[in-house]
């Protein structure tokens, strides 16, 4: 491996370090105004990145663009609505990643359109660039209504309370079949067509040209 792309993976390090901490600490911030402290009682309402990393996640998020961060604890039972604020909480990470691909775009328009060119924004734009596929990536993979992803809290909310309970205590077990089915490639088909309709749409509404991104990353 030569020094660029030494480079390259570095500044990939650093966004997806950026996608999972602003992931997991909306999942924190979003339960604590919901009545539960139990991710702020854990430090887990920080933008240090240390506090959210799973590395096995997060190898996989650089190497195929799929991943998570570790799991904020949260209590339902400081919950006043335990099934619908959990969705809410659950939602509030995927949602974070479609804002902060947003404002990177953003960012990466400005530079593009107003900046002097040359190798130090071209390297800038690569880095916001890289962080809005990269935390669109993040957030859809999330959404995915499997165990113990965010998706599965959101749709199994509309369970009956006596299935929803029993799907919680097991649904730990899941995440082997999940780490697994993304090794296999099985998520990377759908989820770069989802990936690239959605970056299309955001570099539409940013002003950023959508085929500098296609280049890249599709």
Not at 32 to 53: E, F
Not at 68 to 96: E, Q
Not at 99 to 122: D, E, K, N, R
Not at 178 to 183: C, E, G, H, I
Request: some cysteine.
């Amino acid at each position: 491996m030569d020094w660029f792309q030494l480079f390259l993976l570095l500044i990939g390090a650093v966004a997806c370090l950026f996608c999972i901490t602003f992931h997991e600490l909306a999942h924190g911030f979003a339960a604590y105004q919901l009545g539960d402290p139990t991710a702020k009682v854990n430090g887990r309402l920080t933008l240090n990145p240390i506090s959210h990393i799973d590395w096995i996640g997060l190898m996989l998020l650089l190497t195929v663009r799929v991943g998570w961060a570790k799991p904020v604890p949260v209590d339902m039972r400081n919950f006043r609505h335990p099934k619908r604020d959990m969705a809410i909480t659950a939602l509030a990470g995927p949602a974070a990643n479609f804002l902060l691909a947003t404002a990177a775009l953003g960012v990466a328009s400005l530079i593009y359109h107003f900046a002097p060119q040359g190798t130090a924004a071209a390297y800038a734009i690569y880095f916001f660039l890289y962080m809005a596929v990269l935390s669109v990536g993040l957030g859809i993979f999330n959404l995915v209504p499997i165990p113990p992803l965010d998706g599965s809290k959101i749709l199994f909310a509309l369970l009956p309370d006596r299935i929803y309970y029993q799907y919680l205590r097991y649904e730990r077990f899941f995440i082997l079949a999940v780490v697994l089915l993304a090794w296999m490639g099985v998520f990377s088909v759908p989820l770069s067509f989802c990936m690239e309709g959605i970056v299309r749409g955001l570099c539409a509404v940013t002003a950023f040209p959508f085929q500098l991104a296609q280049y890249y990353f599709f």
